[in-house]
């Protein structure tokens, strides 16, 4: 879909990326089938679990339509895929879930690489935003598209004063301009040495602009995963979803669980206050930065 299309538009390992335009609804989607069916693939992996996915892919005309098996499934999508993955369970990594598929294929294992890099230009933009910040640069990734995973600007904000007055750290505020108010109040608490770039990057900004970062922290968030594939260590915060399904990639360890009753929840609002994001701490994670700053 457009948001994350600049993502891999381009990719050295993709011959094309079919982009689905959302925001038109109905009246993209048979046309994007059509784009779909005429491409003559072979092979489909449904990596979607809905419905809509395994739509896309039956459509594809592809003799080889390979899904999840239906207890890891949703809406039925599972009927229209004619080879499946064994039982994922909800603990495995997602990541590993994907390259079940893989296995499925007979293909051998390989490391895990997700080729992505700045261009050149792209790494020039990314260093006049960051210009004239000194020492190691953190990223705070305040946004998440669900309210309940979002943390605290007064938290925040704290963390960016302790890694600064222990490491000279410069810090930059990365997120949708729906997160503009919340980096407002992360600036006014934080002091010096934090450049609001909220709102302001586009989607091969802000990868570039993690690329040059020393760490990233905050909530379950997309920026955090493109921060981990790109190499750049994370420090991820958990509450409503799970750290042991979905921690960014290479930076396991490095991952603070708030306490809850009721967590993971999986809910995109939480009712009840986000207790579990109550229960994270500022000492929690300025621990989980320092043993990057420090390496």
Known sequence: EPPSAPIVTGHRWLDEALVFERPRGVRAFVPFLQRVRAGGFKVALDLGRSLKSAVI???????????????????????????????????????????????VLALPPSAVEFGLAPSAAEAEEAAALTAGLTGPVVAACVGSSCLSRRWFPDRT??????????????????????????AVEVVRAAGEGVRDLVGRT??????????????????????LHLAAALGTPVVSLWGATSARRSAPFGSEAFTVTGAAPCAPCFLARCPIGRPCMQEIGVERVVERARMVLAA
């Not at 080889?64 to 993955?85: K, M, P, Q, S």
């Not at 602009?209 to 997309?222: E, K, N, Q």
Request: charged share 20%; hydrophobic share 50%.
């Open 57 to 103: 892919a039956r459509a594809s005309g592809a003799a080889v339509r390979v899904g999840f098996a239906a207890a890891d499934g949703r809406e039925g999508g599972w009927w229209l895929a004619n080879h499946h993955l064994p039982p994922q369970g909800t603990e495995r990594a997602k990541l590993m879930q994907f390259l079940a598929f893989g296995d």
């Open 157 to 182: 904000a704290a963390v960016l004063r302790a890694l600064r007055a222990a490491h000279r750290t410069s810090a930059v505020l990365l997120g949708t301009a729906a997160d503009a108010g919340f």
């Open 202 to 223: 586009s989607v091969r900004q802000l990868l570039a602009v993690l690329a040059r970062s020393r760490v990233a922290f905050g909530p379950d968030s997309g920026a």
